[in-house]
């Protein structure tokens, strides 16, 4: 959230980019008004506390499962809200992350296919559920998996992830093939 004062130094708060895609999204406009120094502190507080603020929580699953290159591989995603955004778009990406590497985008906004990625990584689902599947796995395929949503702010990624890793037998942890 961002408040930016105007000549007469009122707060307008708006929303800024939720992906960092330079994009600002509108959010109605309201005065910023400062409360009390105890409203600031529960606040502050708040923020400590996970999902106080109403930010959507994501749970992967199967928390194991064993696999062996050639084999279909599905991940579960759900979402404590409807990730569905009231413009229509439901914000769910799935990404993957190599050891000593920088996460890569496979799927956004559920099911599209990210440049590059190959045709055996799919993504389906709809308001709180979703899926990734590997159709036919590779020992390239090792990696952490990761669900994140971005339709309510602050965006969130799970923490515990799917581990790939290749080998004979590969093991699925919440978002983690091995």
Request: contains cysteine; glycine residues 12%; aromatic residues 6%.
């Amino acid at each position: 959230m961002l408040c930016i004062k105007n000549p007469q130094g009122e707060g307008l708060q708006t929303q800024g980019d939720k992906l960092g895609l330079g994009a600002e999204q509108p959010q109605g406009r309201r005065h910023c008004k400062m409360g009390s120094l105890s409203q600031l502190l529960c606040g502050l507080l708040m923020l400590l506390v996970p999902g106080s603020r109403g930010e959507i929580v994501l749970t992967q699953s199967p928390a194991s499962v064993s696999v062996t290159p050639g084999e279909r591989v599905t991940i579960s995603c759900k979402a404590s809200h409807s990730v569905k955004h009231s413009n229509g778009y439901t914000y769910l990406y799935w990404l993957q992350q190599k050891p000593g590497q920088s996460p890569r985008l496979l799927i956004y906004l559920v099911s599209n296919l990210h440049s590059g990625v190959p045709a055996r990584f799919s993504g389906s689902g709809a308001e709180k559920d979703f899926t990734l599947t590997i159709s036919s796995v590779e020992p390239e395929d090792g990696a952490d998996y990761y669900c994140a949503q971005a339709t309510s702010f602050p965006p969130t990624v799970l923490h515990a992830r799917t581990k790939t890793s290749p080998g004979l037998g590969w093991l699925v942890r919440g978002a983690q093939l091995s």
